[in-house]
Structures are given as structure tokens and as C-alpha cells.
């Protein structure tokens, strides 16, 4: 692969979006092709699927509801191929991590989704953006789906992050630093990174 392929990931309301977008810019600016993704992807039949399961008007149990997140990410799979082979950046709001980390959350078996995903791109850095499910729920306490107004579950999707966060190519950030804060680390982050590629 020639390109590269940034994943963000961390409880709902920790950044991910607004560094994301961020991260974006500055390669944007240099010259270079991005492609973004924010996962779940709702405009596809799946993603569409996942948003009336979190509003509500479906019943799947965990580990379905689980692999519809999963083929969600496989339906752009070609295209993140296609991107990456083709020397873009591609950065991910969200992506393998989340499945593992809100699954394992409910009593999955983390081994088995990362197996799952194991013909998914690797990400070249994953950040995960930490905040704690209080910081969640002050910065958004309206219109929040199931998983965000489980403060349990919450807590055991942060420890999951956590977790995973001490695997090679992976770091953790205080989410919870000044936004400028948080892009500095992001940016260290990304460029140290790089300079290992």
C-alpha cells in the first residue's frame, strides 16, 4: 500500500470528528489526496440499518448488531484499497476498533471481531481520543442514542480503548485537553508515525 490510513476512536462527544476534520486540513493543504470516512456510514442499505437499530426500531442482539457495523466498513473496503493504492490518505472516524471496543463491552469475545475484520486495511496509526463517560454525556445530553445513554457500558468501552491503546502503532490522548491541545498530540503523533513508514 502507498497511502496511509488514520483511524480515530474513542466514546462519542471525545473529538474524534473535529481532529479528524483537523488532521484532513493539514494534509489537504500540503498537497495531498484525502479521503474521509466516518463510520457508521448511514447512506448505504446497512448503515441504514444501524441507525434504525439505534433509534430503536430494531431488536438485533449484540454480536448481529455487531457485524452489521463490520459489513458496514466491508461494503468501502474496495475503495479504501483503491484509495490507498492509489498514494491518498484515509482517515477514519471510527473503524475497526470501535466493533471491538463496544463489543467487548457487552460480553463478546474481542478475538472473535478482530477476526471478523482481519481481510479489513490496517490502520497505519490508530489515536484513540480519551474522555470519560461523564465528559460524553456533558458535552451532548440530548437526542443521545442507546449505547450513549449507558454510562456502564460507557465506562467498559473506555477500558476496552484503554486497553487496546498499548498495541504497536496506537496511541492515547487526553480528549479532554484544549481542542489546539489535542491536535499538537494528534500531529506528533501522526508524524512520528510517518517517520517509522
Not at 473503524?95 to 463491552?105: D, F, N
Request: glycine share 6%; proline share 5%; charged share 25%.
Amino acid at each position: 500500500m502507498a497511502g496511509w490510513l488514520f483511524a480515530f476512536e474513542g466514546l462519542d462527544q471525545s473529538g474524534k470528528q473535529t481532529q479528524a476534520e483537523r488532521l484532513a486540513a493539514h494534509f489537504r493543504a500540503k498537497g495531498r489526496r484525502v479521503e474521509f470516512l466516518s463510520f457508521p456510514e448511514y447512506p448505504t442499505a446497512i448503515g441504514t440499518e444501524i441507525g434504525r437499530a439505534l433509534a430503536g426500531e430494531r431488536d438485533y442482539d449484540a454480536e448481529t448488531l455487531q457485524l452489521l457495523y463490520i459489513a458496514n466498513r466491508y461494503e468501502f473496503r474496495p475503495r479504501i484499497l483503491d484509495w490507498l493504492a492509489a498514494d491518498a490518505i484515509v482517515i477514519c472516524d471510527r473503524y475497526l476498533a470501535s466493533s471491538i471496543a463496544y463489543g467487548e463491552a457487552q460480553g463478546i469475545d474481542p478475538d472473535w471481531l478482530r477476526d471478523v475484520q482481519r481481510h479489513l486495511p490496517t490502520p497505519s496509526l490508530t489515536m484513540v481520543l480519551d474522555i470519560p463517560p461523564e465528559a460524553s454525556l456533558a458535552r451532548k445530553q440530548a437526542a443521545r442514542d442507546k449505547f450513549e445513554r449507558d454510562m456502564p457500558l460507557l465506562s467498559r468501552v473506555r477500558e476496552s480503548y484503554q486497553r487496546q491503546s498499548k498495541a504497536p502503532d496506537w496511541v492515547l490522548i487526553d480528549g479532554q485537553q484544549d481542542v489546539d491541545v489535542v491536535a499538537n498530540a494528534v500531529m506528533t503523533a501522526v508524524q512520528s508515525r510517518l517517520a517509522r513508514l
